[in-house]
């Protein structure tokens, strides 16, 4: 069993109704910034602006679901990083996000937050 079927079985339906409703999904809830090429969540945000998606009481990351879904399995114990750093965590384009170790991940962003001070 892959992780998408561990991790996201509870969605309901075979896999391919989970691709369509997930892919309307994505159509419906974003709009494209044609500046920076980022997709913007226009969904529900959690409390650190990321997308939020509820399915059965059950709460979801937009970006992780989409990444997986677009571009395949985050490696176990990886993190997803967002290469645009325009300053919000909405973006849900899946060719903004480089999949990576944790600790390479917290390295990345400290160096980003030094460059800003």
């Known amino acids: 069993m892959t992780t ?15 691709v369509k409703i997930l892919l309307a999904l994505y159509m419906q ?13 226009q969904g529900a945000k959690d409390r650190h602006g990321y997308g939020s998606l509820t399915h059965q009481v059950k709460r979801y990351q937009a970006h992780k679901i989409f990444y997986v879904l677009f571009r395949g399995e985050i490696p ?9 750093h325009n300053g919000h965590n909405c973006c849900v384009n899946p060719f ?14 400290w160096a980003m937050r030094r460059l800003k001070e």
Not at 4 to 18: A, E, F, I, S, V
Not at 29 to 34: L, N
């Open 96 to 109: 903004h996000m480089e999949a990576m170790s944790k600790s390479r991940h917290t390295r990345i962003t």
């Open 29 to 41: 809830r974003t709009i494209v910034d044609p500046f920076t090429e980022c997709h913007i969540w």
């Open 4 to 18: 998408w079927n561990k991790k996201y079985r509870n969605l309901g339906g075979t896999y391919q109704d989970k």
């Open 76 to 84: 176990p114990k990886w993190e997803l990083h967002h290469t645009c």
